[in-house]
């Protein structure tokens, strides 16, 4: 186990931790403020990535399609949020549950329809796709630490907005009393609208951001809702700052885990068995590890105050 | 009898009479269908029992259909290629007695973490530990890993044989029968009447002394054994398991059939399974996107149809959620 990879990969495991809060900040806001269950928000990851491909190569320009994209994105988020999950916050979660499993269906089929069931590579200009050397003379691709700064960049204008301008006061206070916010005189539906829209964009986002690595493809948003919904589970859902640390937490325990977890059995069984034993328990390792928080926290780590 | 019960009772005396039929007629198509229905049916009465009845809405329970076809796959491979001694075997009574005793183990396992969350966490969690699940097998190379395995042989009992489609068949039906009854009696029992209870107004059956955490548990695990029964039955259909049985879009699928059929009451999970099995068959034959129908059919149900077709059927509005 040697330095430079040790540094390599936590830097991995940091950049899957941001784009796993992008995912999951989004999800946990419409469920701390809308109390809606959205399965779907794997489907607008998916949408996302595919409409900055396409604006990939219409414009040939990645950073311009992301741009474009992203209000483009949150436009589906809008439509989703008039159309299905607005008849659905009276009712349960069982019900929201199923209605956007059936919304993911249909995304998938359309992306299927538009795009081909081929998945879809996205070019980096030069400037981004090549390797950039750390203080250390350790080389890295110079898109993660792309990926990396805009997750930053991102979850920074999460925490102002949410914390410091008056949308993000209204949203909190949606949060903790949603009935006295309309009687106040705010509008709670164009709030509500605008929330949905934001996780949206928030997922989208992340989509695009992972697309010129993966490339966008029909069934992408998955894995990484589940995943999501783990680093909600164990931040406590509705709570931001438990979504950004439960986030980067499960991004390093994945990432490390699935690198060096063969080395620390080999500490104390034998090296066969090591290797046979360390794939299965690190591709379980994190819902491992959410069993252990549920067990002494069945709430997560940072429960919100409210309700 | 109800008139919920009579629904079931046509039902199934419909599936004891028409697959023969399709034997008979030369409709192997047909009858492979029936097969694949009577089993999802069985997996879908199981789920039906917690969250119809207990009011816990599992989103995992394809794992234990994963769970318990593997537990034919694997001791058919060992025994077939070696290794693995103690349970290679082909005998059809240790084979679904593994199926029932691994997917009670884990069920007791994970239900113990996640009934103590509620709601949402609920839900997600019995999402992500079924997603373990998947993840294990995958990682697993020796017995197919991504690509799944075949089983080349099916459990052998005595006097019957499996590998002859209507005594499968007829093993599946008997099989779905006893669930049913199994799943009426649970219900109806003092067991059953809690666990209801728990369901209407948990904070109340607690004040009246029940531990309703233990009545779950013990719903959770039937209900996970008799999935794990389901998954065995399934992989001695298909006679091939992959990780894909138990992806997160199956155990969607399984409650899409609950609710479809209506839960909380005996029909309702085999008509969800028909109606499933039948628009599955209809619409993917009319095109490759049979998914955006579907989708957009599962929608209108849960926007629309609160309880089901067999609230429909009965004239008696059933229980939304």
Known sequence: MDASLLIIQTLNGVQLGLLLFLVASGLTLVFGIL????????????VGAFICA?????????????????????????VVERTVARPLYSRGHLDQVLATFGLILVFETLAHMIWGPAGMSVPLPDSLNGQTTLPGGIQIPTFRLVIIGAGLAAAGGLFWLVNYTRLGMLIRAG?????????????????????????????????MLIAPITEASIGMGHSIIITAFVVIIVGGIGSMKGAFVAAILIGLIDTLGRSFIDDLFKLVMSSEAAENAAPAISAMLIYIIMAAVLAFRPQGLFPPKVR | MTRQDWIAVIMLALLAVLPPLFIWTGQYFWMD?????????????SLNLVLGFGGLVSFGHAAFVGLGAYAVGIPAYHWLYGGMDAIAVTNGFTQFGLAIGVTAFFALITGMICLRTRGVYFIMITMAFAQMIYYGIVSIEEYGGDDGLVID?????????????????????????????????????????????GKGNEERMATLGYNVYAYQLVAYVISGAICGYAGALLGNFTTFISPEMMDWTRSGELMFMVILGGASTLAGPIIGATMFIVLEEVLSSWTVYWHLPFGLFLILVVLYIRGGLTGLLSGKKGEGE
């Open chain 1, 54 to 78: 396409s604006l990939t190569y219409a414009l040939g320009n990645f950073v311009l399609a992301v741009l474009l994209a992203l209000p483009l994105t949150a436009v589906v988020g809008l």
């Open chain 2, 33 to 45: 269908l029936a097969t694949r229905l009577v089993i999802l049916a069985i997996a879908a009465s």
């Open chain 2, 153 to 197: 042989t099916r459990s052998e009992f005595p006097l019957i044989d499996l590998d002859d489609p209507l005594q499968l068949y007829g093993l599946c039906w008997v099989s779905l029968l006893v669930v049913v009854l199994f799943v009426r009696m649970i219900v109806r029992s003092r067991f059953g009447m809690v666990l209801q209870g």
């Open chain 1, 35 to 46: 109390d809606f269950v959205n399965l779907a928000h794997a489907a607008l990851y998916m």
């Open chain 1, 175 to 207: 949060a903790s009393n949603r009935t006295m916010v309309s009687a106040l005189g705010i509008n709670i539906q164009l709030l509500f609208s605008l929330v949905f829209a934001l996780g949206a964009a928030l997922a989208g986002l992340a989509g």
